[in-house]
C-alpha cells in the first residue's frame, strides 16, 4: 500500500530522500501544470518547480500535518511561480509551428481514433495561439487565479489561502480574468 | 464600465458555475438561468472557457524533464548539505589552530590585567597606609612580605629575591 502523504513527510525529516522523491513523484507533475499556467513558459516552470520543491524541503518542519501536503504545497509553487514570473517578465515560449500541428494532430487522433481533419488541425493550433495571447494580456496574479480554478479545480477559500488573499479579491480577480478571456474566445464558442 | 441594464444576477455567473453558491442561492440562481436568456448565455460561455483553458493550457512535462528536475533537485539538496557539514568541519579546524594562539593571549591579557590591578606596592609605590603589613618570611634566597588590604579584603604577596643568593 502506498505510504500517506504524512508519513513521506516524516521520513523526508528524518533524511530519507528516497520519501522526499515519492512525493515530488506524486505531485511533481500538478505543480508544474500550476506553474506553467502562470509562466507559460516551460523552462521557467521548471526552474520554479525545481525552487518550490527545494525550499519546501528546507522548511518541511515547519509544514503543520494536520493540514494537506499539496495545499502547503501549492502556496510555495504559487509564490514561487509569481516571484520568478516578476523578475523575469520573458515572453511566452512560441511553440514551433510543425511541433504545433503534430501536437494538434496526436490529440485530435487519439480523441477522434482516426485521422485530423486538417483544416480541425489548424483551428486547433489557432484557438491555442489565441489562449496563449489571451492569458499573456493578464497580469500575474490574475493568471495564478485563473490557472487555480480552471486547471487545478481550487475552491475559492483554498484559492485564498494558496494566494494569501480575500475571497472577495479572489472572486474580483476571477471575474476579470474571464471576461478579458471571453474577449479573445468570442469566436470559439459553440451555441 | 458595466451596463447598468445588465441583468442583477449577472455577477452571480461565476460563482454559480465555480459551484460557490449556498443551495438557496443555487436553486433560485437555476431557476433564474432558465429564464433570463442574458445570464444562460454566460453561464454557457464561462463553462466553455474553463473547457477551452483546461483542454489547451493543461501542459504535462515529460518523463525526462521530470527526472532532470529531480536530479537537479537531489544535487542542490545534497551539496547545500555536505557545504553545512564542511562548513562545520572548516571551523573546528581553524578553531585547532588557533587553540594554542587564542590560549597564549588569553593568558597574556590575564596577566596583563593582574598586574595593573594589583600591582606590587615596592615597584609602583602602590602601597596605601590603609595596606596592612601582616607578615614577612625570610628563607636564605627570598623574602615574602604579606599586605592585606582591606578595602577589598585581599592578600598582595611580594617576593623580594635576596641579594645574597644572586
Given at each position: 500500500?502506498?505510504?500517506?502523504?504524512?508519513?513521506?513527510?516524516?521520513?523526508?525529516?528524518?533524511?530519507?530522500?528516497?520519501?522526499?522523491?515519492?512525493?515530488?513523484?506524486?505531485?511533481?507533475?500538478?505543480?508544474?501544470?500550476?506553474?506553467?499556467?502562470?509562466?507559460?513558459?516551460?523552462?521557467?516552470?521548471?526552474?520554479?518547480?525545481?525552487?518550490?520543491?527545494?525550499?519546501?524541503?528546507?522548511?518541511?518542519?515547519?509544514?503543520?500535518?494536520?493540514?494537506?501536503?499539496?495545499?502547503?504545497?501549492?502556496?510555495?509553487?504559487?509564490?514561487?511561480?509569481?516571484?520568478?514570473?516578476?523578475?523575469?517578465?520573458?515572453?511566452?515560449e512560441t511553440i514551433p509551428f510543425e511541433e504545433g500541428i503534430q501536437n494538434s494532430s496526436?490529440?485530435?487522433?487519439?480523441?477522434?481514433?482516426?485521422?485530423?481533419?486538417?483544416?480541425?488541425i489548424c483551428?486547433q493550433t489557432e484557438?491555442s495561439d489565441?489562449?496563449?495571447?489571451?492569458?499573456?494580456?493578464?497580469?500575474?496574479?490574475?493568471?495564478?487565479?485563473?490557472?487555480?480554478?480552471?486547471?487545478?479545480?481550487?475552491?475559492?477559500?483554498?484559492?485564498?489561502?494558496?494566494?494569501?488573499?480575500?475571497?472577495?479579491?479572489?472572486?474580483?480577480?476571477?471575474?476579470?480574468?474571464?471576461?478579458?478571456?471571453?474577449?479573445?474566445?468570442?469566436?470559439?464558442?459553440?451555441? | 464600465?458595466?451596463?447598468?441594464?445588465?441583468?442583477?444576477?449577472?455577477?452571480?455567473?461565476?460563482?454559480?458555475?465555480?459551484?460557490?453558491?449556498?443551495?438557496?442561492?443555487?436553486?433560485?440562481?437555476?431557476?433564474?438561468?432558465?429564464?433570463?436568456?442574458?445570464?444562460?448565455?454566460?453561464?454557457?460561455?464561462?463553462?466553455?472557457?474553463?473547457?477551452?483553458?483546461?483542454?489547451?493550457?493543461?501542459?504535462?512535462?515529460?518523463?525526462?524533464?521530470?527526472?532532470?528536475?529531480?536530479?537537479?533537485?537531489?544535487?542542490?539538496?545534497?551539496?547545500?548539505?555536505?557545504?553545512?557539514?564542511?562548513?562545520?568541519?572548516?571551523?573546528?579546524?581553524?578553531?585547532?589552530?588557533?587553540?594554542?594562539?587564542?590560549?597564549?593571549?588569553?593568558?597574556?591579557?590575564?596577566?596583563?590585567?593582574?598586574?595593573?590591578?594589583?600591582?606590587?606596592?615596592?615597584?609602583?609605590?602602590?602601597?596605601?597606609?590603609?595596606?596592612?603589613?601582616?607578615?614577612?618570611?625570610?628563607?636564605?634566597?627570598?623574602?615574602?612580605?604579606?599586605?592585606?588590604?582591606?578595602?577589598?579584603?585581599?592578600?598582595?604577596?611580594?617576593?623580594?629575591?635576596?641579594?645574597?643568593?644572586?
Open positions: 500500500m502506498a505510504e500517506t502523504d504524512a508519513v513521506l513527510v516524516e521520513k523526508s525529516l528524518e533524511g530519507d530522500n528516497e520519501s522526499f522523491k515519492l512525493l515530488f513523484e506524486r505531485y511533481g507533475k500538478r505543480a508544474y501544470a500550476v506553474s506553467y499556467g502562470i509562466l507559460q513558459n516551460s523552462e521557467d516552470a521548471k526552474d520554479a518547480i525545481q525552487n518550490s520543491f527545494i525550499r519546501a524541503f528546507r522548511s518541511l518542519h515547519r509544514f503543520r500535518k494536520a493540514s494537506s501536503f499539496y495545499t502547503w504545497l501549492y502556496r510555495i509553487v504559487v509564490n514561487a511561480s509569481i516571484d520568478l514570473s516578476r523578475k523575469r517578465r520573458r515572453t511566452p496526436t490529440r485530435l487522433s487519439s480523441e477522434k481514433g482516426s485521422f485530423a481533419d486538417p483544416s480541425n483551428r484557438l489565441t489562449i496563449q495571447k489571451a492569458m499573456e494580456g493578464l497580469s500575474v496574479e490574475h493568471k495564478a487565479v485563473i490557472t487555480l480554478r480552471e486547471i487545478e479545480g481550487l475552491s475559492y477559500a483554498e484559492i485564498s489561502q494558496s494566494l494569501e488573499c480575500s475571497i472577495g479579491t479572489v472572486m474580483s480577480r476571477l471575474y476579470y480574468a474571464r471576461k478579458h478571456m471571453k474577449t479573445y474566445l468570442e469566436d470559439y464558442y459553440k451555441s | 464600465m458595466e451596463s447598468s441594464s445588465r441583468c442583477k444576477y449577472y455577477k452571480l455567473v461565476g460563482p454559480f458555475v465555480d459551484n460557490e453558491l449556498s443551495d438557496s442561492q443555487k436553486q433560485d440562481m437555476a431557476l433564474h438561468v432558465e429564464n433570463c436568456a442574458e445570464c444562460f448565455n454566460e453561464v454557457n460561455k464561462a463553462q466553455q472557457t474553463g473547457l477551452l483553458i483546461r483542454e489547451n493550457l493543461i501542459v504535462e512535462p515529460t518523463n525526462d524533464a521530470m527526472r532532470e528536475i529531480w536530479e537537479n533537485i537531489h544535487t542542490e539538496l545534497t551539496n547545500s548539505h555536505n557545504f553545512k557539514t564542511q562548513q562545520k568541519r572548516s571551523v573546528l579546524k581553524h578553531f585547532n589552530k588557533a587553540k594554542f594562539w587564542i590560549s597564549a593571549a588569553a593568558a597574556l591579557i590575564v596577566i596583563s590585567v593582574g598586574t595593573l590591578f594589583y600591582s606590587f606596592p615596592y615597584k609602583t609605590g602602590n602601597l596605601q597606609s590603609n595596606h596592612c603589613f601582616v607578615e614577612s618570611i625570610d628563607s636564605a634566597s627570598a623574602s615574602i612580605m604579606v599586605f592585606e588590604t582591606p578595602k577589598n579584603k585581599m592578600t598582595v604577596f611580594w617576593i623580594f629575591e635576596n641579594e645574597s643568593s644572586s
